[in-house]
C-alpha cells in the first residue's frame, strides 16, 4: 500500500471528530490520567498491557496504596508484589515493574527517566512503552501505536467505501484506495500518526485516540483482525497460562510449597504442571531451594 498523505483540512477534520467524541464520551474519570506523577502513570501502563481497563482499575487502586511510590516498591519483597497482582495474568509483568522499581530508585534517585534511551535500558520497557510513558508522563510529542490507537486507523484505511462511511456515521473518510482483503501493517499506519498528532497536547490526542478505538471495538468489532500483526488467542482454559496462574495463586496462599504438595494442590495433568513450574523459574518469577518452591525474592 502506498504511504497516504493527508491535507490540513482531513487533518483538522479528523482531529475535530476525535476530540469531539473525547469531550463527550472519553474516559476522563480514570485515576491514572488524574495525575502527572510518572511513576503511577507507569504503573499503569505496565497493568494496563494485554488487560481490560475494568480489571486493571480495582488492582491499580490497591497498588498505588501498597506501594505509593518507587522507593516503597522497590523495597517491597517479590511475594508481596506478586500475592496483589494476581487476578491481572502475565506475570511477568510485575516481575519487571518489581525488578525496574529496584534500579530506578537505585541508579536515578526514584526518579523516572524521561529519554527513550534511559527507559528502555529498564526492564520489561520496549520502544512502545517507552514512548508511551513518554507521551503520557512527561507530555511528549512522540509516534507510538498500541491496539486502540491501531483500531482507529485501521478503520480508516479499510473504511475507503464513501457509502459505507455515510451509513457508519463516524469520521471523514481518508481516502485510501485498498484490497478489503488486505492486511495493514503498523509500518504503513506510523506515517499517519505521525501526521495527525496533536504536538501541543500529546498526552490529550493519544487519550482520545485510544477510547475512540476502544468504541469503535465496542460498536463494529475489532478492526485489530485486518492488521498483519493480529494473532487470535488461544483459549484459557487447559491452557498452560491456566496452570501457571493456579501455581502462582497457591504460592501466594502458602509462601512455599514441595513440587508435589503444588501437583496435589493443584489437581491436572502433572506433566503440564512440571512445564509450567520450569517456565515460571524461567521468567524468574519463581525459585526452588530444599526441596520448596517460593516466589523470588
Request: glycine fraction near 4%.
Given at each position: 500500500m502506498r504511504e497516504i498523505q493527508l491535507t490540513l483540512k482531513e487533518i483538522r477534520a479528523f482531529r475535530k471528530t476525535i476530540y469531539k467524541h473525547y469531550a463527550a464520551h472519553g474516559r476522563h474519570d480514570l485515576l491514572w490520567r488524574q495525575t502527572g506523577d510518572p511513576y503511577k502513570i507507569l504503573v499503569s501502563e505496565i497493568m494496563l498491557q494485554q488487560t481490560y481497563v475494568a480489571r486493571v482499575l480495582p488492582k491499580y487502586i490497591l497498588f498505588i496504596k501498597k506501594f505509593p511510590d518507587i522507593h516503597a516498591l522497590a523495597r517491597a519483597s517479590f511475594h508481596d508484589v506478586l500475592s496483589l497482582w494476581i487476578g491481572l495474568g502475565y506475570n511477568r509483568r510485575a516481575k519487571y515493574l518489581h525488578t525496574l522499581a529496584r534500579v530506578v530508585a537505585r541508579e536515578h534517585g526514584g526518579i523516572l527517566p524521561n529519554d527513550s534511551e534511559s527507559l528502555q535500558k529498564l526492564p520489561g520497557i520496549g520502544r512502545a512503552t517507552a514512548c508511551a510513558l513518554r507521551a503520557f508522563a512527561f507530555n511528549a510529542s512522540v509516534v507510538f501505536i498500541e491496539t486502540?490507537?491501531?483500531?482507529?486507523?485501521?478503520?480508516?484505511?479499510?473504511?475507503?467505501?464513501?457509502?459505507?462511511?455515510?451509513?457508519?456515521?463516524?469520521?471523514?473518510?481518508?481516502?485510501?484506495?485498498?484490497?478489503?482483503?488486505?492486511?495493514?501493517?503498523?509500518?504503513?499506519?506510523?506515517?499517519?500518526?505521525?501526521?495527525?498528532?496533536?504536538?501541543?497536547?500529546?498526552?490529550?490526542?493519544?487519550?482520545?485516540?485510544?477510547?475512540?478505538?476502544?468504541?469503535?471495538?465496542?460498536?463494529?468489532?475489532?478492526?485489530?483482525?485486518?492488521?498483519?500483526?493480529?494473532?487470535?488467542?488461544?483459549?484459557?482454559?487447559?491452557?498452560?497460562?491456566?496452570?501457571?496462574?493456579?501455581?502462582?495463586?497457591?504460592?501466594?496462599?502458602?509462601?512455599?510449597?514441595?513440587?508435589?504438595?503444588?501437583?496435589?494442590?493443584?489437581?491436572?495433568?502433572?506433566?503440564?504442571?512440571?512445564?509450567?513450574?520450569?517456565?515460571?523459574?524461567?521468567?524468574?518469577?519463581?525459585?526452588?531451594?530444599?526441596?520448596?518452591?517460593?516466589?523470588?525474592?
Open positions: 486502540n490507537i491501531r483500531s482507529v486507523f485501521i478503520h480508516y484505511l479499510k473504511n475507503n467505501c464513501t457509502q459505507n462511511s455515510e451509513k457508519h456515521n463516524t469520521v471523514p473518510r481518508i481516502c485510501a484506495k485498498t484490497d478489503e482483503n488486505m492486511k495493514v501493517s503498523d509500518k504503513e499506519i506510523f506515517s499517519l500518526i505521525e501526521q495527525t498528532l496533536d504536538r501541543e497536547n500529546p498526552r490529550e490526542w493519544y487519550w482520545a485516540l485510544m477510547d475512540f478505538g476502544a468504541w469503535l471495538k465496542a460498536e463494529h468489532g475489532n478492526p485489530n483482525k485486518k492488521s498483519v500483526h493480529y494473532k487470535k488467542q488461544t483459549p484459557f482454559h487447559g491452557s498452560q497460562r491456566e496452570i501457571r496462574g493456579k501455581i502462582i495463586k497457591t504460592l501466594a496462599q502458602n509462601k512455599n510449597m514441595s513440587e508435589s504438595a503444588l501437583v496435589k494442590n493443584i489437581a491436572s495433568d502433572v506433566l503440564k504442571i512440571k512445564q509450567s513450574l520450569r517456565s515460571l523459574a524461567l521468567d524468574g518469577l519463581i525459585t526452588e531451594k530444599r526441596g520448596k518452591i517460593s516466589f523470588t525474592q
